[in-house]
């Protein structure tokens, strides 16, 4: 199974950006970079995605190295309903083939936002 | 548009006994998959149905074992407890979709205890 590597913890101030990394050495060429959050209490959340070239929607950016083996979630402003436990996760074909994907959680980072 | 729905919240069971597990998916998925989290962990990938048949499963013992009805609705059903299975289940639904994945949507799962 492809693995992922973040940190197990990061701070921020609020209203100032967060840059969350994540190291995944060995992806292969068909993984694709899946990002979600879990609030306390909370089932995760899913927040950004994407394959080759950076990514950006309403909550985050995605920024892939040019050799995949990287990325870096990027929070513009942080803010305190940020605070939660980030997981950066390989999306891997299942068996099955299309439509049979699992979701392969590592410990995650738990951002803190401090006012 | 309805979210995913679990029930119960929490319960609590003794070991050897059996307990089921209820999710209503996202009002259009056909795609259901169970996680279980225990404290502290990400969670772990128990098993996703696809119209009403198993098409993916994680590291996990035959007690553990699903359903999907037409409706997408799911459960999962675990026998003979054990002291290990107190975790939070999770359910997630999505729609079946092409190589990367589409966005999974999670419950606020149930909390399973076990003495």
């Known amino acids: 199974d492809a693995k992922t590597t973040q940190p197990n913890s990061m701070e921020s101030n609020e209203e100032e950006p967060v840059h969350l990394p994540c190291n995944h050495s060995?992806?292969?060429?068909?993984?694709?970079i899946h990002w979600y959050r879990q609030l306390p209490s909370q089932g995760p959340e899913y927040v950004i995605h994407?394959?080759?070239s950076n990514v950006n929607n309403r909550m985050a950016s995605l920024a892939i190295a040019e050799d995949r083996k990287s990325s870096t979630l990027i929070l513009h402003r942080a803010t305190l309903r940020d605070a939660a436990v980030y997981y950066c996760?390989?999306?891997?074909?299942?068996?099955?083939?299309?439509?049979?994907?699992?979701?392969?959680f590592g410990k995650g980072t738990k951002l803190s936002v401090i006012p | 548009e309805t979210g995913v729905t679990q029930s119960p919240t929490h319960l609590i069971k003794t070991r050897g006994q059996q307990v089921t597990l209820r999710c209503s998916s996202q009002s259009g998925h056909n795609t259901v998959s169970w996680y279980q989290q225990a404290l502290g962990q990400g969670p772990q990938f128990i098993f996703q149905?696809?119209?009403?048949?198993?098409?993916g499963r994680g590291n996990f013992p035959p007690r553990f074992s699903g359903l999907q009805f037409p409706n997408y609705s799911s459960e999962l059903n675990v026998n003979a407890l054990e002291l290990d299975d107190s975790a939070l289940y999770l359910c997630?639904?999505?729609?079946?979709?092409?190589?990367?994945?589409?966005?999974?949507?999670f419950g606020e799962g149930s909390r399973l205890t076990v003495l």
């Open positions: 997630a639904s999505s729609l079946r979709s092409g190589a990367s994945g589409g966005e999974l949507f």
């Open positions: 060995t992806i292969s060429g068909t993984d694709y």
């Open positions: 996760i390989l999306r891997e074909r299942g068996y099955s083939g299309a439509g049979s994907y699992q979701l392969t």
């Open positions: 149905y696809y119209r009403e048949e198993e098409n």
């Open positions: 994407g394959l080759t």
